[in-house]
């Protein structure tokens, strides 16, 4: 079975409040998930390193390659959360302004 199944199976047996629990007591499915993450280079909760699996599209960076807040494996991440070094923020609100604009046209 792929990481991810196993990972989406045992959430579903221990719930999402106990899940990180049950992963750090499975060492073969937690080694696994590491060696997964391992291309972030970086230390990742469980539940974030399970957000990335789930979700392989995600990344833990913003476009301008800074580190975002996670928030869970429900909700995802939030931006970088650094409005003073990273502009993402403002770029999405500006972005969103540019669709109503262009759509009031
Ligand atoms: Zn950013």
Same mark, same amino acid.
């Given at each position: 079975?792929? #990481?991810? +199944?196993? %990972? !989406? /199976?045992?959430?579903? =047996? ?14 073969? #499915?937690? +080694?696994? %998930? !590491? /060696?997964?993450?391992? =291309? ?66």
């Amino acid at each position: 079975m792929s #990481l991810q +199944q196993d %990972i !989406l /199976d045992l959430i579903k =047996k221990a719930s999402l409040r106990n899940y990180s629990k049950q992963i750090k007591n499975n060492i073969e #499915l937690l +080694q696994r %998930i !590491l /060696d997964e993450t391992s =291309k972030y280079n970086m230390e990742l909760s469980i539940p974030e390193m399970v957000y990335l699996i789930l979700n392989p599209m995600e990344t833990p960076f913003c476009h301008r390659g800074n580190k975002k807040v996670f928030n869970s494996v429900e909700k995802g991440y939030r931006f970088c959360g650094n409005k003073k070094s990273c502009l993402c923020n403002q770029e999405n609100q500006k972005e969103k302004m540019t669709i109503v604009q262009s759509k009031n046209h």
